[in-house]
């Protein structure tokens, strides 16, 4: 089946820490985006990346890093910068083209131990 | 002003009735239009583009008001499991998604 993977569902930080949240796409999009969601906020961009080795600035990059090593793959990496890592973080893809929407994975929940 | 921006709700109805959410925004160069359905601890899940001319899927229909930059929801026939909370989405500058914070619908039996 064709979809958007993220792991793990869920995810503690300890203080301090770094920690790296996955995203695979097996739907040969271009395009890929990670997300964060706050309760009773909209989604907000924190990277994307429109093609391998390449990627963006979203709004909220600060305290985040991510690579794109293969078109496939697109891990974001919350850092210990990060003073209120506690989210959803959902991460999409789409074709790249102006008019195509996105398609989300089924996120991960990021809580700080 | 926020770039989306949607009435929270929640919009309580009961199952058969018609129901529409408006959503506006304020980027006028805006070229795109979604919107997509999220529940209650769910990634959204794309429901449908919004096209120019309007658009129809199903129960649901899509239109885009351009000149007063707003676009809406008409769904007809609420089915229970209908409820949940739509996201109205902008496309402004290459790439970028706004997502508009939602409207929550609760269909009742």
């Known amino acids: 089946d064709g979809g958007i993977t993220q792991s793990p569902k869920y995810l503690f930080r300890k203080e301090g820490q770094n920690v790296t949240l996955s995203c695979e796409q097996n739907l040969n999009h271009d395009a890929m985006y990670w997300y964060r969601q706050d309760p009773g906020q909209g989604l907000r961009l924190i990277y994307y990346?429109?093609?391998?080795?390449?990627?963006q600035k979203g709004d909220i990059a600060e305290g985040y890093s991510v690579s794109r090593e293969k078109k496939e793959s697109f891990p974001l990496t919350v850092t210990s910068a990060q003073k209120n890592p506690t989210a959803f973080y959902l991460c999409a893809s789409s074709m790249g083209r102006e008019n195509q929407p996105q398609h989300f994975g089924d996120g991960t929940r990021l809580s700080i131990l | 002003r926020k770039e989306v921006e949607q009435d929270p709700g929640p919009f309580n109805v009961p199952e058969g009735a018609t129901v529409a959410f408006n959503c506006t925004y304020s980027?006028?160069?805006?070229?795109?239009f979604f919107w997509y359905r999220q529940d209650c601890r769910k990634e959204p899940k794309l429901l449908m583009s919004?096209?120019?001319s309007g658009n129809e899927d199903g129960r649901f229909t899509a239109q885009l008001n351009r000149a007063s930059q707003y676009i809406s929801l008409l769904i007809r026939d609420s089915k229970l499991s209908d409820s949940a909370t739509y996201l109205c989405v902008v496309r402004g500058g290459f790439q970028k998604l706004v997502f508009g914070t939602g409207t929550r619908l609760l269909v009742s039996p």
């Open positions: 919004v096209y120019s």
């Open positions: 980027n006028s160069a805006s070229q795109s």
């Open positions: 990346s429109q093609i391998v080795n390449d990627f």
